[in-house]
C-alpha cells in the first residue's frame, strides 16, 4: 500500500522558510512526476512544482520562481520542498503526490497517489 506522509508546516511570518517534507513508502517501480500542489479554502488544487523522476527536471508555477526549491532524496524515499520569502498568499494546505505515468504536471488529475497534507500559514 502506498502512503506518503507530509510534515514540515506550520505558521510563519512573510519573509520567512518553510521545508516541507513527503516521505514515501509503499511504492514500487518507476514514477514520472512527484510534486507537491496546494489548496486554498475555496479554491482548486494548485500545482505548485514537481519534478521529474530521474530529478533533472524540475517546474514550478510562476508564483512561486526564485522563492521555492523542490527537490527529492531517493534513498531516503522523501521529497521536500524548501520555501523561502514567503508570503501571505502562499498560505493553504500543501499535499505531495506521485504520478505513475506523463501527463501535464500542474494537473491533479494526472496523479494517483496524495498525501494527507500539511498547513502552511503566512501571516503579515
Not at 512527484?34 to 519534478?51: H, N, Y
Not at 521555492?68 to 505531495?96: E, G, R, W
Request: aromatic share 14%; with cysteine.
Amino acid at each position: 500500500q502506498v502512503q506518503l506522509v507530509e510534515s514540515g508546516g506550520g505558521s510563519v511570518q512573510a519573509g520567512g522558510s518553510l521545508r516541507l517534507s513527503c516521505a514515501t513508502s509503499g511504492y514500487t517501480g518507476t514514477y514520472h512526476w512527484m510534486a507537491w500542489f496546494r489548496q486554498r479554502p475555496g479554491k482548486e488544487r494548485e500545482g505548485v512544482a514537481a519534478i521529474y523522476f530521474s530529478g533533472g527536471t524540475t517546474f514550478y508555477v510562476d508564483s512561486v520562481k526564485g522563492r521555492f526549491t523542490i527537490s527529492q532524496d531517493n534513498a531516503k524515499n522523501t521529497l521536500y520542498l524548501q520555501m523561502n520569502t514567503l508570503k501571505p498568499d502562499d498560505t493553504a494546505m500543501y499535499y505531495c503526490a506521485i504520478a505513475k505515468y506523463g501527463g501535464l504536471w500542474n494537473d491533479y488529475r494526472t496523479y494517483n497517489n496524495w498525501g494527507q497534507g500539511t498547513q502552511v500559514t503566512v501571516s503579515s
